[in-house]
């Protein structure tokens, strides 16, 4: 079965931080760009940061210096490390390759 799940989504207070994980199965992470959306109550999805071959890339500009996305490929996932976190940051995040989403994990920040 391939699919992304993600994990480590959560409730927390401004200025904390949330490591989100994204897992493969029945594709291999380092073959592909594999990107972070979030999606905000009515707001359009938007491109958080993507792993490509190169490395990191396409990180969005009001999360750069505070979100790194990175890739273990014994582990075949990709993470999104979420520091000095906002109430803006509040959203579900998903992970994404070509046309495979996950299901998305709920990140709310309170102030």
């Known amino acids: 079965q391939v699919q992304l799940v993600e994990s480590g989504g959560g409730s927390v207070q401004a200025g904390d931080s949330l490591r989100l994980s994204c897992t493969a199965t029945?594709?291999?992470?380092?073959?592909?760009?594999i990107n972070w959306f979030r999606q905000a109550p009515e707001k359009e999805r938007e491109l958080v940061a993507s792993?490509?071959?190169?490395?990191?890339?396409n990180i969005l500009d009001s999360v750069k210096g505070r979100f790194t996305i990175s890739r273990d490929n014994a582990k075949n996932t990709v993470y999104l490390q979420m520091n000095s976190l906002k109430p803006e940051d509040t959203a579900v995040y998903y992970c994404?390759?070509?046309?495979?989403w996950g299901q998305g994990t709920q990140v709310t920040v309170s102030s």
């Open positions: 792993f490509d071959i190169k490395g990191p890339a």
């Open positions: 029945g594709v291999t992470v380092s073959w592909y760009t």
């Open positions: 994404n390759t070509g046309n495979l």
